[in-house]
T-cell receptor, first 111, second 113 residues
Framework: QKEVEQNSGPLSVPEGAIASLNCTYSDRGSQSFFWYRQYSGKSPELIMFIYSNGDKEDGRFTAQLNKASQYVSLLIRDSQPSDSATYLC???????????FGIGTKLQVIP | DAGVTQSPTHLIKTRGQQVTLRCSPISGHKSVSWYQQVLGQGPQFIFQYYEKEERGRGNFPDRFSARQFPNYSSELNVNALLLGDSALYLCASAQQGADTEAFFGQGTRLTVV
């Protein structure tokens, strides 16, 4: 079982729709959860981070965390073609200085 | 403010050689982490340093080593290069530990021939 699992995609959504990206993790001790966006040939860019169960909103982005189900998601509202990128889920545990990334989900927003 | 800077941006080495990659974190950030990313995969954690001490290590062979300097910059060294070491090497800096928000440099593209 992979420590952090994501569907590699591609996930295709029409412009203006909601894109839903999902991530599951295996370590119940995980405490910090991050979403990064990576354009082709570029380095990852931090989009959102979440530490507590529930939802966290920042502009068009909402991160959702459910520790009981070991599940974290990222919703992108009003998707734009410029959102087309690979979205990486990353997970850490308090006191254990290791960050584990998923394989990333490729998102394609169709104009 | 300058972001995370890495040097060099591209590098070509021959099998068996040694390479040193450099990273300067964001001003005020005390944590530096190193990652290896091969095409089509997520970044793989190599090392994390905080306040000049190694705080985390990923599943990489002893050919990989790193250190952090008093000014919080860092170097990643890889000895006895293999073809499989060809990858994008990313440095990320954070104010505190690796479990806080991290910001990546542009990466060093290493090609081993």
């Amino acid at each position: 079982q992979k420590e952090v699992e994501q569907n590699s995609g591609p996930l295709s959504v029409p412009e203006g729709a909601i894109a839903s990206l999902n991530c599951t993790y295996s370590d119940r001790g995980s405490q910090s959860f991050f979403w990064y966006r990576q354009y082709s040939g570029k380095s990852p860019e931090l989009i959102m981070f979440i530490y507590s169960n529930g939802d966290k909103e920042d502009g068009r982005f909402t991160a959702q965390l459910n520790k009981a189900s070991q599940y974290v998601s990222l919703l992108i509202r009003d998707s734009q073609p410029s959102d087309s990128a690979t979205y990486l889920c990353a997970v850490t545990s308090w006191g254990y200085q290791k960050v584990t990334f998923g394989i990333g989900t490729k998102l394609q927003v169709i104009p | 403010d300058a972001g995370v800077t890495q040097s060099p941006t591209h590098l070509i080495k021959t099998r068996g050689q040694q390479v040193t990659l450099r990273c300067s974190p964001i001003s005020g950030h005390k944590s530096v982490s190193w990652y290896q990313q091969v095409l089509g995969q997520g970044p793989q954690f190599i090392f994390q340093y905080y306040e000049k001490e190694e705080r985390g290590r990923g599943n990489f062979p002893d050919r990989f080593s790193a250190r952090q300097f008093p000014n919080y910059s860092s170097e990643l060294n890889v000895n006895a290069l293999l073809l499989g070491d060809s990858a994008l090497y990313l440095c990320a800096s954070a104010q505190q530990g690796a479990d806080t928000e991290a910001f990546f440099g542009q990466g060093t593209r290493l090609t081993v021939v």
